[in-house]
């Protein structure tokens, strides 16, 4: 599955930003059945895991970012998001998304780079 992540940038302390993960070449019924995630990786860190939402639209959230962060989906148009409140300085780091089910596997998105400057 080819992912289309955008949204990211420079930002100061306390602002937002909508991070949009797309998925325009495959079909609807197939979207739906992923188990959608956000992961983040940050210099010299391993890549975490922050954000899941999974085809019936639970959610579950690194501890360190509930409360701030909100995991979503939206099938029409085959897109994922998430949408970061109130950032701090050490959220940055190069977000990614991934798509995960029986139909396609596991599939990443190229990563987009979130800087949050105090």
């Known amino acids: 599955v080819q992912l289309q992540a955008s949204g990211g940038g420079l930002v100061q302390a306390g602002g937002s930003l909508r991070l949009s993960c797309a998925a325009p070449?495959?079909?609807?019924?197939?979207?739906?059945?992923?188990?959608i995630s956000w992961h983040r990786q940050a210099p010299g860190k391993e890549r975490e895991l922050i954000a899941t939402?999974?085809?019936?639209?639970?959610?579950n959230y690194l501890d360190s970012v509930e409360g701030r962060f909100t995991i979503s989906r939206d099938s029409a148009k085959k897109k994922a998001y998430l949408q970061m409140n109130s950032l701090k300085p050490e959220d940055t780091a190069v977000y990614y998304c991934?798509?995960?089910?029986?139909?396609?596997?596991?599939?990443w998105g190229q990563g987009t780079q979130v800087t949050v400057s105090s």
């Open positions: 991934n798509f995960q089910s029986r139909a396609n596997g596991v599939s």
């Open positions: 939402i999974t085809p019936s639209g639970g959610t």
């Open positions: 070449r495959i079909i609807t019924s197939v979207f739906n059945s992923n188990t």
